[in-house]
């Protein structure tokens, strides 16, 4: 079947730690974005792919990095610059009218 | 920049009573899409909506989409237990990707 696959499901990070979130479709869909969502907060955009090599900043993309060097996979970097990382941070694709959404990855700081 | 707003934030309704929420635009929308996130879930594509005036259909969900386009609701008849969760729309902003509402959480006590 197809579809988006987020892992881990659960990260835990140490303060001052990078963690790399894993974003992978067999969608064959050119465009791929990440948000975080926090209670109350709705989805925030950090950053966005529209194709292969090339991705764009959101609105909330200081402390994250991406790459997008394969159509299938979108990583997202939380760095040390990121204080204030604990949400549930949602992978999505798109190839007609609507999102599709991967399962989420909910990041806590120990 | 756009800013997608929704209210209510939550609705509390007994089974069997409709439901309403409402989604308001800062800026005239190309189209606007609806998703429900189940507890726990991730957001799922419900609908698009295109035309000025436009409403649509599924079976106890109606969507509206406002004649000058800044403007939608979601309204759901006679809700039951299956509808419990967070509805959002979203606009496209600036062309590359979704601006979210902060969503309604629909509770329903049977």
């Known amino acids: 079947d197809g579809g988006i696959t987020q892992s881990p499901k659960y990260l835990f990070r140490k303060e001052g730690q990078n963690v790399t979130l894993s974003c992978e479709q067999n969608?064959?869909?050119?465009?791929m974005y990440w948000y975080r969502q926090d209670p109350g907060q709705g989805l925030r955009l950090i950053y966005y792919?529209?194709?292969?090599?090339?991705?764009q900043k959101g609105d909330i993309a200081e402390g994250y990095s991406v790459s997008r060097e394969k159509k299938e996979s979108f990583p997202l970097t939380v760095t040390s610059a990121q204080k204030n990382p604990t949400a549930f941070y949602l992978c999505?694709?798109?190839?007609?009218?609507?999102?599709?959404f991967g399962s989420g990855t909910r990041l806590t700081v120990v | 920049g756009q800013q997608v707003m929704q209210i209510p934030q939550y609705q509390h309704v007994q089974e069997g009573e409709d439901f309403t929420t409402y989604c308001n635009s800062s800026?005239?929308?190309?189209?606007i899409q609806w998703y429900k996130q189940r507890p726990g879930g991730h957001p799922v594509f419900l609908i698009q909506?295109?035309?000025?005036?436009e409403v649509k259909k599924q079976k106890r969900l109606t969507f509206q989409f406002g004649e000058a386009k800044k403007n939608s609701s979601l309204h759901i008849t006679a809700t039951q237990t299956t509808d419990v969760g967070t509805y959002f729309c979203?606009?496209?902003?600036?062309?590359?990707?979704?601006?979210f509402g902060k969503g309604t959480s629909l509770l329903v006590t049977p």
């Open positions: 999505a694709s798109r190839g007609g009218y609507g999102y599709t």
């Open positions: 969608l064959n869909h050119d465009a």
């Open positions: 792919s529209q194709i292969v090599n090339d991705f």
């Open positions: 800026t005239t929308l190309s189209n």
């Open positions: 909506l295109v035309k000025s005036g």
């Open positions: 979203a606009g496209w902003d600036s062309g590359y990707a979704l601006n």
